[in-house]
């Protein structure tokens, strides 16, 4: 396993923003000239079949990992997170069609529309549609391009449309991409370059093609192009750490290009940048009628605080300048960071440590890439009459504080005024529910209008999903920050992807003719082929006669009345104004009322409407069934027409804690303030409620909250009173409120364990797939454990150990050839001690299921709750670490705590007491049935003999029993094991499937 060394900088920041300081204003760094190849048009030639080998393209170059295990903001949910899904349906796709279909791992699909075709290109070769999808140029070599293509297929394409100049255009780098295990000549090959082919005219296939070679001399990874109207502009993935290389922008003389005539191009560093081994910065890519003026050509990437060298979160802006008369005057300069102080809200965009395998698929598959480190094409720039604005995203994790989970944070900056700052006019971080959403291709009609593609994934064993593509978007006079639109499936994947490798990108174009229509180019799988999905959108008004329902403002779930109000909001979708039109509701399977709408909606606008009659939604715990629609004579598109929503009359009074913020386990703790968030699950504001904790079992310490919490709200409140934690040691801290009258007390409280420990050996790295992946010791089954910083803190879970019994085995799984040390901290000083030391240097041998290992508990162990310490992780001698010093940080592994409580004589609990029947109705489905006293919630786990989980889910007690009904038809035939009960105990049965 090849490892790359780093040194870990761990700086402790005050300041919310970046410090002044000095911008570098560098000059370009290369030049050069490249004369033009004449090609005959395609439609002359005799092409060459595109070939579609099974291997891998391009693997990602990469230097050392610059992520600091454990640093950055934010630690806990992304407040800019759009938590539901838009509501107001958007129009199936016009168009649809498969573009390619392919072997190639990946295939870095990739498109542009002109006026009258469609230009498709990936990994390595091209084709070119009409407007409607038929094919005018099959599947080709895109060396059939011929003049400086000729025998170049190394890939990565971006296909561009000009629309001020009429021309596509279709690129790929060539040469050979440095890689000291595949090994190249040299890093300066003069055979590094960046190929461009420019169309004659607007007829891909008939009008012929110049194409050039711009020698770059280093590798130009990952080449991204944007138009500008001085030049083409090329950004790079380059190591900026090696000497022999720094231009990551490249410029190329466009001007000069769309005449056939010689042109140059100019390289530029990227002065005062930040990153994470691969990235990828992006230039603005301007689109519409009008171009930008020459010149400040701006180039912009996201800086994380949690890379070394980062000290806070923020996007950074330089502008280049090209002199075409005098190269030598040719300048790049930073100019604008926009940081939390300017509107910016924090973000993680770190996985796995910088790894590239993160996102989970079904069915045990390969983790995919998520395409960390790169602004995802395009970057888009268009012109208003007001202001100009840009459009990008990138991958983040939505909550770093558990197991990574994939959204899109999408931007649109607008400048107001030629040569001012950028601002943030609105950001936010589309993850609306728990699937994995990335590989986002977002861009902006010339209405203000936002559409983005995106690829979407989930693993859960209930509803597994395989890489999906879809889009969204929103109107441009919507609520801001959000994605208004509802998800429209384009394509579903009918195989997993057998390689980790996605993407590397999607591509999503506006059409030239009218600046509305998106075409939005993305990959996706069936058994045994990689395919490119065109899929095309357009939100502006299709029809002239459109109308439709696209929220309902009240009532909404909250302490309902028999005289309710009903107000909509009524959106105008098409391209003539409407009034006097039927609006119309029913709840539940009542009789539908009809009203009419007397006043006039514009074109593109919305309005609120309230219903004259009231609805009745006065029973408590009721949930209704509200349907509104709007009946306008002519309708062209009624599938926009209605919405349908839930409303429940929520019990007045239902508030609980729902998270301890502060303190947390660590080394260092003292007198600490109790910090907890309240939530209110009722139906009614509430103030002045009592809220108390206690610690160990202690006296409760009790206050009153004085500010008021609405309904579906939390707030975060400090007790006045802290407490001491400055003794060594295991804290259980429960929380509650004590609202009198409080009509669910089941959700009152929470219960957290922390703990002052003698160290905690964060700062570890995992990126490579070392530490503990699962973890098992009685009825601690930990699985699938995610990795931050290299030390977690599973003290909330825990095992019953007899002292009686003569052995135990603990299982370890890793995806790396580790080691594995435990220790239980029998005197309760929490410190893990040499004697309390119960495994020592275990070798973990397979990644498909535990490695198990012995140990016993001594004959003097103090009855009653420890802490159990585990580690693991590659310590062999070319790694810095000290597997069994439990306070050492290794360079690569991790470190967990646990909580075992050591008994004399196992008693049956409620759950041991249960009966537990597993009876099969009928093939591959099997009803489980668990009788027992215990009445919480349950929770039902499937795990195949690897020990890998397939099922898990939560089932809630019924009037005699726990019933749930397995589905296992999906799976392969074999023994499986059903697990039935708490976190902490349970009961076990054996299956068998067919």
């Not at 070679?213 to 030049?231: E, I, M, N, Q, V």
């Amino acid at each position: 396993m090849l490892k790359n060394y780093f040194f870990l900088f761990l700086v402790l920041f005050l300041e919310l923003h970046v410090s002044a300081q000095e911008k570098e204003l560098l000059g370009p760094i290369s030049q050069g000239v490249a004369k033009p190849s004449v090609s005959a048009p395609l439609s002359a030639k005799e092409l060459i079949p595109a070939v579609s080998e099974r291997k891998e393209v391009n693997p990602k170059n990469r230097t050392a990992n610059r992520v600091v295990p454990g640093k950055g903001y934010p630690k806990g949910v992304d407040a800019a997170l759009q938590e539901k899904k838009g509501t107001i349906p958007v129009k199936q796709a016009i168009l649809s069609f498969d573009a390619a279909n392919l072997f190639h791992t990946p295939t870095d699909p990739t498109g542009a529309a002109g006026p009258n075709h469609y230009v498709n290109a990936y990994n390595s070769g091209f084709s070119v549609f009409d407007k409607q999808g038929n094919v005018l140029l099959p599947p080709t070599d895109i060396a059939s391009l011929g003049g400086e293509f000729s025998g170049e297929r190394l890939g990565d394409p971006i296909v561009l449309y000009d629309q001020f100049a009429d021309r596509f255009l279709i690129t790929q780098f060539a040469g050979c991409p440095y890689n000291p295990v595949q090994g190249c000549p040299n890093k300066v090959d003069p055979t590094n370059a960046l190929l461009v082919a420019v169309s004659k005219g607007p007829d891909p296939v008939n009008d012929g093609w110049y194409t050039y070679r711009f020698a770059t001399g280093t590798f130009p990874d990952y080449p991204k192009f944007f138009l500008w109207s001085d030049g083409y502009y090329v950004t790079t993935n380059q190591d900026l750490d090696d000497p022999e290389i720094s231009e990551v922008v490249f410029v190329l003389e466009r001007e000069k290009m769309l005449r056939g005539e010689a042109a140059r191009h100019v390289g530029f560093p990227l002065p005062g940048v930040r990153n994470n081994g691969f990235y990828s910065p992006a230039a603005f890519n301007a689109t519409g009628s009008e171009p930008p003026p020459p010149g400040n050509m701006p180039v912009i990437y996201f800086q994380d605080d949690s890379w070394m060298g980062v000290n806070v979160d923020h996007l950074k802006i330089w502008l280049v300048n090209v002199d075409w008369n005098n190269l030598g005057n040719s300048t790049i300069k930073e100019a604008q960071e926009i940081t939390p102080s300017e509107g910016l809200t924090p973000f993680k965009s770190t996985f796995d440590g910088g790894g590239f395998s993160n996102l989970a698929q079904p069915f045990n598959k390969p983790e995919l890439d998520a395409l960390q480190g790169a602004l995802m094409y395009p970057t888009s720039y268009r012109r208003f009459a007001t202001h100009n604005s840009v459009v990008f995203n990138f991958v983040v994790d939505v909550d770093p504080g558990i197991a990574e989970h994939a959204g899109i944070r999408w931007y649109e900056l607008r400048q107001p005024g030629e040569n001012q700052d950028w601002q943030i006019y609105q950001e936010g971080t589309y993850a609306p529910d728990d699937s994995d959403r990335w590989c986002g291709s977002i861009n902006i009609d010339k209405h203000g209008n936002i559409g983005m593609g995106f690829t979407l994934v989930n693993d859960s064993p209930e509803s597994p999903i395989l890489p999906t593509l879809k889009f969204t978007g929103r109107y441009f006079n919507d609520p801001l920050n959000r994605m208004t639109l509802q998800e429209e499936t384009l394509i579903e994947s009918t195989a997993a992807s057998e390689s980790n490798r996605y993407g590397d990108y999607a591509h999503t174009s506006i059409d030239p003719v009218d600046n509305e229509t998106f075409w939005y180019n993305a990959e996706y799988f069936r058994p045994g082929s990689r395919l490119n999905r065109v899929g095309v959108f357009k939100l502006a008004p299709q029809f002239a006669k459109d109308v439709g329902v696209t929220a309902v403002i009240s009532p909404v779930s909250s302490s309902l009345t028999a005289g309710e109000n009903l107000t909509v909001t009524i959106r105008n979708f098409g391209s003539e104004p409407q009034s006097n039109f039927p609006v119309n509701f029913q709840l539940n399977e009542g009789e539908v009322v009809s009203q009419v709408f007397t006043g006039t909606i514009p074109s593109a606008e919305q309005v609120e409407f309230t219903f004259s009659e009231t609805l009745d939604l006065s029973v408590p715990g009721e949930e209704y069934q509200l349907s509104v629609s709007t009946a306008l004579e002519g309708d062209m598109n009624p599938e926009n027409d209605s919405l349908t929503i839930q409303v429940v009359n929520l019990p007045p009074k239902d508030i609980g804690v729902t998270q301890l913020v502060h303190p947390e386990t660590g080394s260092n703790l003292a007198t600490e303030n109790i910090t907890v968030v309240i939530e209110n699950f009722g139906g009614e504001a509430q103030g002045n409620f009592e809220v108390g904790y206690t610690v160990n079992g202690g006296n409760t310490v009790t206050e009153t909250v004085n500010e008021t919490l609405e309904v579906g709200a939390q707030l975060t409140y400090t007790f006045a009173t802290p407490f001491d934690f400055s003794a060594n040691g295991r804290y259980t801290i429960e929380a509650s409120t004590f609202l009198e009258g409080d009509s669910d007390l089941e959700n009152d409280a929470i219960v957290e364990t922390i703990a002052r420990l003698n160290c905690i050996p964060e700062g570890s790295s995992c990126a490579f797939g070392d530490g503990i992946i699962s973890f098992y010791l009685e009825e601690i089954v930990n699985e699938n454990i995610y990795c931050d910083d290299g030390y977690n803190n599973f003290l909330g879970i825990s095992t019953r150990l007899d002292i009686n019994r003569d052995v135990y085995q603990v299982g370890v799984v890793s995806n790396s050839s580790n080691e594995f040390s435990m220790w239980i901290d029998f005197n309760d000083n929490a410190v893990f001690e040499p004697e309390e030391q119960l495994v020592r240097s275990g070798n973990i041998t397979s990644s498909s299921g535990p490695s198990l290992f012995e140990f016993s508990l001594p004959e003097n162990a103090t009855l009653g709750e420890h802490i159990l310490r585990a580690r693991a992780g590659d310590v062999s001698s070319a790694y810095e670490g000290e597997l069994n010093d439990p306070c050492d940080v290794m360079q690569y592994g991790t470190t967990e705590d646990y909580t075992v409580v050591i008994v004399d004589g196992i008693e049956e609990s409620e759950i041991q007491q249960g009966n537990f029947v597993i009876t099969s109705s009928e093939e591959d489905l099997f009803n489980l049935n668990f009788t027992t006293p215990y009445q919480r919630p349950l929770w039902v786990t499937v795990h195949d003999m690897l020990g890998q989980k397939l099922v898990e889910a939560m089932v809630k007690k019924g009037s005699i029993a726990y019933d749930y009904t397995l589905d296992m038809s999906y799976v392969a035939a074999g023994v499986y094991l059903v697990r039935i009960g708490t976190r902490d105990e349970g009961k076990i049965q054996r299956i068998v499937v067919r």
